[in-house]
């Protein structure tokens, strides 16, 4: 979409130099999905909506767990696969989505050999946190042709970003906006209104944390 857009605006298309070539359906296509909590979930759903294969690696969620939640979400029995290790899950994948917490052990945890495995037609899509992706692995791979692409929402250093992805035509950048809609943060606010609101009146809390 990116590259199309400047293809118009820059007058390329207008002047009959058209260069994109072919893009690819995502309807279809294997998704891989590292961590499948609530975020995990939710894109789960949407890939369902696009006949894609679902697969993912959780520690903390067995394959029965996993498929019994995904049921009571789309009201059908989802073909989910569970693979014990990252590798083989971007091994199996056209699209590796990183929904997983940032707890200290996940720091890396998408090195250059779980990028190497999806391969140079997979595509690595971020919108967890920037410390769970080797950021120099990352460049490396995509240098060398190893990965087809990235789609990067978080980055390991905000606001900045490592200046060799800034050229590359195969990456999409954002800066961090993923929850950055009006109804979403109308949600957030709610969820505080309402905690408080419990909090005064001695009512269990929306959204308690367990310590």
Not at 81 to 103: E, F, H, I, K, W
């Amino acid at each position: 979409m990116c590259l199309a857009h400047h293809e118009v605006v820059s007058g390329a298309w207008a002047a009959g130099h058209k260069s994109l070539g072919l893009g690819r359906k995502v309807s279809g296509k294997r998704v891989g999905i590292v961590g499948l909590g609530r975020i995990g979930k939710a894109v789960a759903q949407r890939c369902h909506g696009f006949n894609m294969s679902l697969a993912f690696y959780d520690r903390f969620l067995s394959a029965d767990k996993a498929s019994a939640d995904l049921k009571a979400l789309l009201g059908v029995e989802p073909k989910l696969t569970r693979y014990d290790n990252l590798v083989d899950l971007a091994a199996n994948s056209d699209y590796l989505v990183v929904c997983a917490a940032a707890t200290p052990e996940n720091h890396g945890l998408i090195n250059e050999e779980v990028l190497t495995a999806l391969g140079p037609k997979g595509t690595l899509i971020n919108i967890a946190r920037g410390v769970l992706v080797d950021e120099n692995a990352l460049v490396k791979v995509l240098q060398e042709g190893k990965l087809g692409g990235a789609g990067l929402d978080v980055f390991a250093h905000e606001p900045h970003v490592p200046e060799a992805l800034l050229t590359m035509k195969n990456v999409v950048l954002t800066p961090h906006i993923a929850s950055a809609t009006i109804e979403t943060r109308e949600l957030m606010a709610s969820l505080v209104i309402g905690n408080l609101k419990a909090f005064r009146e001695g009512t269990p809390y929306l959204t308690a944390l367990t310590l």
